[in-house]
Nanobody, 121 residues
Framework: QLQLVESGGGLGQAGGSLRLSCTAS????????MGWYRQSPGKQRELVAT???????NYRDYVKGRFTISRDNAKNTVVLQMNSLKPEDTAVYYC???????????????WGQGTQVTVSS
């Protein structure tokens, strides 16, 4: 069974830093693009950043220059380093990965359980 397990997050201060990590496990043939999304109360889930299997990154404007996404393909892990935090970064952060299961051809999207990030002013 495929799963994404997130760690990190918690309470941070404005201007500070937090680090999120997400590891994929299970019957994985190939790990395609991975990314982070977030959802605040009353808002839709929104994209934060993505990274392809070869390391090409994409950031939304509201985190560009502050957040850094990286991955370790040997460990099936994606990391989101969050610097210069702002109170508006407060949200539940979700890991996402497109995974090709062993014995299949096409990938499917999987989600982590979410981890709370709260930034105080």
């Amino acid at each position: 069974q495929l799963q994404l397990v997130e760690s990190g997050g918690g309470l941070g201060q404005a201007g500070g830093s937090l680090r999120l990590s997400c590891t994929a496990s299970g019957s994985i043939s190939r790990l395609n693009a991975m990314g982070w999304y977030r959802q605040s109360p009353g808002k839709q889930r929104e994209l934060v950043a993505t990274i392809t299997s070869v390391g090409i990154t994409n950031y939304r404007d509201y985190v560009k220059g502050r957040f850094t996404i990286s991955r370790d393909n040997a460990k099936n892990t994606v990391v989101l380093q969050m610097n210069s935090l702002k109170p508006e970064d407060t949200a539940v952060y979700y890991c996402n990965a497109n995974i090709v299961k062993r014995g299949t051809i096409f990938g499917s999207d999987y989600w982590g359980q979410g981890t709370q990030v709260t930034v105080s002013s």
